[in-house]
Every structure is written in C-alpha cells, then in structure tokens.
C-alpha cells in the first residue's frame, strides 16, 4: 500500500469511529440505558465493545448489523458503516 492509500484507510476508520461514538452517545443519552446495557444488547461484554469501537476492524458485519438495528439508525449511517 502506498502513504497516499494508507493516510486514506486511516482516515476513513477514524470517520467510522467517530460515528460510531456519536451514535452510542446518542442512544445512551436518548435511552437512558447505558454503555454496559448496550453491550449486553449487542450480545458482547462491554469490554469487547470498547475495543471494537477503538479498533472498528474488529467488528464483524453481523456486529455492525446489530449495532444499526439496536440503535436505529438511518440508512444513510447504516450506509456510512458499511460502505
């Protein structure tokens, strides 16, 4: 891979992440549930879901597609996520 390609992934999994944590934010405030809730929902430890956001490589697609369906979000997100 060259620099110009690898400045480009990185970036593009610092924008997932980014989004990522704004929807758990999101639905941890809307909800009222917490990070632990979500994680138990999602059907992960808590920890495994730090690191999965930390490191957005580590999410499978079924992870993602449960992350899309507890948090309801819309398909231009759904779209970000997978694309």
């Known amino acids: 891979m060259t620099t110009k390609e690898l400045k ?4 593009r999994k610092e924008e997932l992440t980014k989004i990522i ?3 758990i934010e999101r639905y941890v405030i ?3 549930h ?3 809730e979500l994680a138990t929902k ?3 430890s808590q920890a495994s879901l730090y690191n999965k956001v930390k490191n957005v490589d ?3 697609y079924k992870d993602i597609r449960r ?8 398909d231009e997100t759904k779209l ?3 694309a």
């Open 8 to 11: 480009k992934e990185k970036k």
């Open 21 to 23: 944590k704004i929807e």
């Open 30 to 32: 809307w909800t009222g």
């Open 34 to 36: 917490t990070k632990a």
């Open 42 to 44: 999602l059907g992960m």
């Open 58 to 60: 580590n999410f499978t």
């Open 67 to 74: 992350l899309c369906n507890v948090l309801k979000l819309n």
């Open 80 to 82: 970000a996520l997978i």
